[in-house]
């Protein structure tokens, strides 16, 4: 699909810049906060099965307000059912990967074993024994932030397009990742 500047909508839709944002911020807050992840499918597992099912976590970079003011996009990703789990906005250090990973159920963080790339933030807040870190492992998250790449313009490397403020950019990244969720629910 064509991505189109939000100046681009208001010329073509005749409207202005505020009338746009402000429906923008009604359609971004309806995105539930569990992004209307299908739990259903971990939750019939027991524990033991549970330590099989091997999740995905990741980071983008991404910009708000300027090249300059970095923001990562955490992402935790499940293969087994092609769904974002949880994703935060945030710094690259230990305590934001601490806060994604507290967006996920407390059996899921008990149980089940994590991939990550060599990123040190991974080392210190997952359980050794859970965690598994290695490139060849991460290839499901790494093509989805290509999809999420291509589809976003907010998040295209090397755009003159980004957030200006950090509660649109957390809002709309939200809302499209649960879009992509619902998708999922079709290929299972």
């Not at 060849?136 to 755009?159: D, K, M, P």
Request: hydrophobic share 40%; net charge neutral.
């Amino acid at each position: 699909s064509e991505r189109v500047s939000l100046r681009g909508i208001c010329r073509s839709m005749e409207v202005s810049m505020t009338w746009l944002m402000n429906f923008a911020a009604s359609i971004w807050e309806q995105t539930p906060d569990n992004l209307g992840v299908d739990y259903e499918l971990l939750e019939n597992l027991s524990d033991e099965e549970l330590q099989s099912v091997e999740i995905q976590l990741d980071e983008m970079w991404s910009f708000v307000g300027c090249k300059k003011n970095k923001r990562w996009i955490w992402v935790v990703y499940c293969p087994a059912i092609k769904q974002v789990l949880a994703f935060h906005v945030g710094g690259r250090g230990k305590a934001d990967a601490e806060k994604m990973l507290d967006k996920l159920p407390q059996r899921l963080r008990d149980h089940c074993q994590f991939a990550t790339d060599y990123w040190e933030a991974y080392y210190q807040t997952i359980p050794s024994d859970q965690h598994h870190p290695s490139k060849a492992l991460t290839f499901f998250i790494e093509g989805y932030f290509t999809g999420v790449r291509a589809r976003v313009s907010r998040l295209v490397r090397r755009s003159v397009a980004f957030s200006k403020k950090l509660e649109n950019h957390v809002a709309a990244i939200g809302y499209f990742l649960w879009q992509r969720n619902l998708m999922a629910h079709h290929y299972y």
